[in-house]
């Protein structure tokens, strides 16, 4: 069963694929509990309940989810979506859940899907699914981010607040992410002095800046 939290359509705006027309679908359940995450109502993963998947449509910012199959989730967002050909599984923590069906389901019926992930987790996808990872490390959690994980990302996005990011991203993720994988710096909260580091910063070492576009559009 997965665990969704809340579909959405918006406009991704972050790394590689900022500026595109995309579906989310926010699971449910993270244990890495970072400070500055603006999804904390997503924290918490209880047992199978009986919403339906409908529920997930409401756009409610609170802690409750719906329980579904990757065939009912698939065929939802194939059917309500059908002009959208992104689909962003994000969460919470999706890889908490194996998506290799979901992602199957999707990629057949012509969608792209990309996953955002801590890291922290298996993950369990297609090889044509476009993995994001997005590092937490040392979090309240106490999760740690797998060196294999890093090494199927097709990009890295660093939250950034102080340079304390910066260096555990040189020694916790470099070392292990393949050849010409996009390093992206996000500025934590947009900022003003982590924005001028990640700047800095992506001028020193050839990195991109991620700034969260979909925030200056007024979109979710």
Not at 20 to 48: A, H, I, M, N
Not at 62 to 69: D, G, I, K, Q
Not at 176 to 189: A, C, F, H, N, R
Request: with cysteine.
């Amino acid at each position: 069963m997965l665990f969704i939290n809340e579909i959405f359509d918006s406009i991704q705006g972050e790394a590689t694929y900022a500026g595109t027309p995309s579906v989310f679908v926010r699971f449910q359940g993270c244990k890495c509990q970072c400070e500055f995450c603006d999804t904390k109502y997503t924290w918490k993963l209880g047992k199978p309940n009986e919403q339906t998947i409908e529920f997930a449509l409401t756009k409610q910012d609170v802690p409750r989810y719906a329980t579904t199959t990757s065939i009912e989730l698939a065929d939802l967002l194939v059917k309500r979506y059908p002009h959208i050909k992104h689909i962003v599984l994000t969460g919470g923590e999706p890889c908490l859940f194996n998506l290799r069906q979901l992602c199957e389901l999707l990629e057949y019926e012509g969608k792209t899907v990309q996953v955002e992930t801590s890291g922290t987790e298996p993950i369990m996808v297609t090889e044509r699914t476009w993995v994001t990872v997005s590092p937490k490390i040392g979090q309240r959690g106490g999760c740690v981010v797998k060196p294999e994980a890093i090494k199927v990302a097709n990009e890295i996005k660093m939250a950034i607040g102080s340079q304390k990011d910066i260096d555990n991203l040189k020694k916790e993720v470099l070392p292990y992410i393949k050849p010409g994988t996009p390093v992206w710096l996000q500025p934590i909260s947009q900022d003003p002095d982590a924005t001028k580091l990640c700047v800095d910063t992506a001028m020193i070492e050839g990195w991109k800046v991620s700034i969260q576009t979909h925030k200056y559009m007024n979109v979710r």
